[in-house]
């Protein structure tokens, strides 16, 4: 994370000498569109994108998908502008999703397309069992909204990826239910998708379970999956009787009934017992 995309930080201010001097130099090399902005009055942000970094997400998207049984892994990205950057983001993750064996969308996806050989001895062949597809990011939005039982597991980068989680976190119930893991090679965090809210600190009012299921989460990935399971089914439990339950999951968020995190958090542990 934050090492590719635009999400890199490698940004330029605008009105700086150094600014100008590179748009300068970007306009020197462009053989296509340049930059037309008035160069005192014009940022730069930076967008790297490799061939390693793309192949790392996407065999983590699709071992995912075959440790866990899942139907189809979606790209997303904004090939159709960014050619050189997301065009190569398509290109990694149709080679990725040839050496797992997955059955692509539309056979025109996979012309031309080689197994990543960096992946041989690696990649489990799903026989078919998963399906690759694509969709632009303003699309797979609009999608998302209208038929999201339609998609499985996504795989995009940074600046996207964020983007369409929190528009997800909105389809289930909001940030408030919103596990979240950041997942390494050598190691693995787990947190709430909403951070740490710091000015919701001792109030006892927000919603809990993002980090219970960032919990659950974790179990997960530990092989802790009846603990996993078992903690996951009284999460939802509380959820459906709908009694006690934060604020955030009430019809009317003045509902006076709402309890606090500590007692939705107690009620969850009940069931568990």
């Known amino acids: 994370e934050n090492t590719e995309d635009l999400y890199a930080g490698v940004e330029f201010k605008a009105g700086e000498k150094n600014t100008a001097a590179l748009i300068e130099k970007i306009n020197e090399f462009a053989t296509g569109k340049k930059i037309n902005t008035p160069l005192d009055e014009t940022g730069i942000s930076i967008k790297p994108m490799s061939y390693q970094g793309t192949r ?54 996979s012309e031309g397309v080689d197994a990543d050989p960096k992946l041989a001895g690696i990649a489990t062949d799903c026989g078919g069992s998963i399906e690759y597809n694509e969709r ?26 964020d983007i369409l989680s929190d528009l997800c976190a909105g389809l289930v119930g909001g940030l408030g239910v919103a596990p979240g893991s950041n997942i390494g090679t050598e190691a693995a965090i787990f947190e709430a998708t909403h951070g ?47 009694k006690d339950v934060t604020y955030d999951l009430k019809d009317d968020r003045n509902d006076p009934t709402a309890v606090g995190t500590q007692e939705m958090a107690d009620a969850i542990c009940a069931k568990m017992q």
Not at 92 to 106: D, I, L, P, S
Not at 140 to 156: F, G, I, N
Not at 211 to 236: P, T
């Open 56 to 109: 790392d997400i996407c065999n983590y998207a699709f071992k995912y998908a075959v440790d866990n049984k899942r139907k189809a892994v979606t790209s997303i990205c904004k090939a159709n502008i960014m050619k050189f950057t997301d065009g190569l983001w398509y290109d990694e993750t149709r080679a990725v999703a040839k050496a797992y064996g997955a059955k692509f969308e539309w056979d025109e996806l």
């Open 136 to 161: 632009l990011i303003d699309n797979m939005c609009m999608q998302l909204v209208q038929k999201p039982e339609l998609y499985d597991v996504l795989v995009t980068s940074n600046l996207y990826g």
């Open 196 to 242: 740490s809210a710091p000015k919701y600190k001792g109030q006892n009012k927000v919603n809990p379970v993002a980090l219970i299921l960032s919990g659950k989460m974790m179990l997960d990935y530990l092989g802790e999956h009846e603990a996993a399971a078992k903690l996951d089914q009284a999460v939802a439990d509380v959820i459906a009787e709908g």
